[in-house]
């Protein structure tokens, strides 16, 4: 649990903002921003009582432990399908960028 929750949980949420800034970057970043982590939170917020209803309906945690398996899969796809695709210019790496011919 330590491990699951600290590392790959908590650990990784240092970075989302580098995430969310790679891929959307620009003038709208912050409206983005916003309705990722607010989306995060929501999921969050919401997965406890989810996971309560099912376990009560159910009578063990299967069900959502497939739903979080399932809903984790489908955010790392998301994330990939929007990553850029191309190299971008950054400071200390313009030499690397092929110039136009």
């Known amino acids: 649990m330590v491990v699951a929750q600290g590392a790959l949980g908590y650990g990784s949420t240092s970075i989302m903002g580098a995430v969310v800034a790679e891929i959307f970057q620009g003038r709208h970043f912050g409206t983005i921003f916003g309705t990722v982590m607010f989306t995060a939170l929501a999921g969050g917020a919401a997965g406890p009582w989810v996971t309560g209803t099912l376990h ?46």
């Open 56 to 101: 009560d309906i159910y009578g063990d945690y299967t069900l959502a432990f497939a739903i979080g398996i399932a809903v984790s899969a489908l955010s790392a796809i998301s994330i990939w399908l929007a990553a850029p695709r191309k190299v971008r210019a950054v400071a200390g790496r313009i030499h690397r960028i092929a110039k136009p011919a």
